[in-house]
């Protein structure tokens, strides 16, 4: 059973979470860019929740489906999204009682190569109305055409490769700010916050890494990026490009890419005695970078265009509660866009022509943003947050757009 295997990736959570000594995302002090400028916000007055007003009803058996990876690569990400999911559907249908909707689960793997059989899958259950994912821009890419001729409404909570709506897809919107928001604040962050005239921009050769790298080192300019590097997934040894950032003698990299590659290279970079300023985004922001990092991932840097939750502790303690953990990186994305697909379920909506035309029109506040989309799925609003590695934990730094 699924649940069964979540459980058992919850309890490994758990452990994790112990180690961290504390909750990812907690504000506080210190750190390689000073003090925090912002505070985390609080819960929106008027954020729209699950449960809405109650008084939901549609047919027995209304679906929506999360696609994305589980137990595959960078599988932390993906479970923190699913568990949010997983929380908006279980308040959703403790306050309705005429309206009680299952949420499929489909484990993409979280590659390209492994995401059409589940996705297709998916599709072709008629009780599956909506769709929370995919959680990957590769993946999101391949079957992105699928999803389109199905007529199938997905909200992605995490994927950000700007191309993504520029293929004429009217079923794909995007629960966040894509790479053309998050690399230039990176980059900005980079040169006015830590005077960065001279870095070292590094790459996986993910949709995810290549678009964000793309995006920071235009933004920087050639005079600033001199310095480019190159990783593959799976790659465990990183002794080439140590040398060249050593060569290259950069005042802070960046790394686009994701924490499965990310911590055994900033953990061969300190050994190599490389003390420089090392930035990441929201792809390495996750509690599992810091703890195969071993302890070399303190003082990291890490954008992402996600809201730290702290201040919404209604939904914190829920998820905390249901699953034992700390919500994590866009868990509250998660919960926010489902949320929006739940709505449309409580007014009756019973086919997926009818989810889509509510999704594109939707306006309303959730915990992270207010959500209305433009013509090609990308949000109108689009905040951008800094946090750090302190010690063990990930605490919030700034907002930075």
Known sequence: MIRRRLAVVGALAAAAALVLSGCANQGGGGGGAGAPTAAAPAQPNNAVLPAGNGQGRCAPGTSLA???????QNAALGIAIVNAAQLAVDQHNAANPNCQVNLVRADTGGTPDTAT?????VINNPAVLGMVGLPFSGESRSVGPALQAAGLVHITPSATNPALTQNGWTTFFRGLGNDAVQGPAAARFMQQRLNAQNVCVIKDD???GIGLATAVTQALGPQVARC???????????????????????QAIFYAGYYQEASPLIQQMRDAGVQTTFIAPDGVKDEQYVVNAAGSADGSLLTCPCVPQEGFTDFSNAYRQAFGVPPQTYSAESYDVTTILLQGLDRGIADRAGLLNFVRGYTGQGLTKRFQWGPTGELTETPVWVYRVQGNQIVTDQQIG
């Open 117 to 121: 059989g589940p996705v297709t899958a």
């Open 66 to 72: 999360y696609a994305g990876t589980i137990a595959g």
């Open 206 to 208: 993910s949709d995810y």
């Open 228 to 250: 480019q590097a190159d990783v593959k997934t799976n790659q465990r040894e990183f002794s080439a490009i140590i040398g060249q950032v050593q060569q290259a003698n950069p």
